[in-house]
């Protein structure tokens, strides 16, 4: 079965610094989906950024952007230029055409910033 | 266009006593999966209903049940509640099983507290 891990239960940033999230994932197959989500205090997960495993190219959405790195399984999330509305558990989720919709979470990452 | 509602967003049961939680997709979506999220074991897969068929199952035993009617709502129930059943349960809704491309937007769950 597909795992995907987050070693880093929480995380701390300065408002307006960079901060990266790391996320590994184990799987034999060779297309899928990464995906990392935002659950605020308010319970609703966002979807932050999202990568195809066959495109090379790191996917970017405005301040965050990913290194996907398919090698080695990894795939991390950089938040650029840090806001206060970014504190929150973030989620990094795989999956694939053989899941169907079914997400595999990892355990997320509290992410606290600092004013 | 309206978001992912899920009712009741809270809900406090006993031991032993059945519960029904309801979610109504997006405006024309037609996928509905669902998720339990505890603090110890995260985010899991419950199951994933399409065009009122259940497509694919977690690993829950059978106290955890699910429908989907024809105008894509869904329901989960769980019989003969347990304290460990104490979670945010998480709908999900998409367009349809696309092998994983399309995006699933969440609703903002319910807390079931079972006492």
């Known amino acids: 079965a597909q795992t995907v891990t987050q070693s880093q239960p929480e995380m701390s940033v300065q408002e307006a610094e960079t901060v990266t999230l790391s996320c590994t994932y184990d799987?034999?197959?060779?297309?899928?989906?990464l995906f990392w989500y935002k659950q605020p205090p308010s319970r609703q997960m966002i979807l932050v950024i999202r990568?195809?495993?066959?495109?090379?190219q790191n996917a970017t959405e405005n301040r965050f952007s990913v290194n996907f790195q398919k090698a080695a399984k990894s795939f991390s999330l950089k938040i650029s230029d840090s806001q206060l509305g970014d504190a929150a558990m973030y989620f990094c989720a795989y999956r694939s055409p053989n899941t169907g919709n079914q997400f595999y979470f990892g355990t997320g990452t509290s992410l606290t910033v600092i004013p | 266009k309206a978001g992912v509602t899920q009712t009741p967003r809270y809900l406090i049961k006993t031991r032993g006593q059945q519960v029904t939680l309801s979610c109504s997709p997006i405006?024309?979506?037609?996928?509905v999966s669902w998720y339990q999220q505890t603090p110890g074991q995260g985010l899991q897969f419950l199951f994933e209903y399409f065009s009122e068929t259940q497509r694919n199952k977690g690993n829950f035993p059978g106290r955890f049940s699910g429908r989907q009617f024809s105008n894509s709502r869904s329901e989960m129930n769980v019989s003969t509640l347990e304290l460990g059943d104490s979670a945010l349960y998480l709908c999900?809704?998409?367009?349809?099983?696309?092998?994983?491309?399309?995006?699933?937007?969440f609703g903002p769950g319910t807390r079931l507290t079972v006492l």
């Open positions: 799987t034999s197959e060779s297309d899928y989906y």
């Open positions: 990568q195809e495993a066959y495109k090379q």
């Open positions: 405006s024309g979506h037609r996928s």
């Open positions: 999900a809704s998409s367009l349809a099983p696309d092998r994983g491309r399309n995006e699933q937007f």
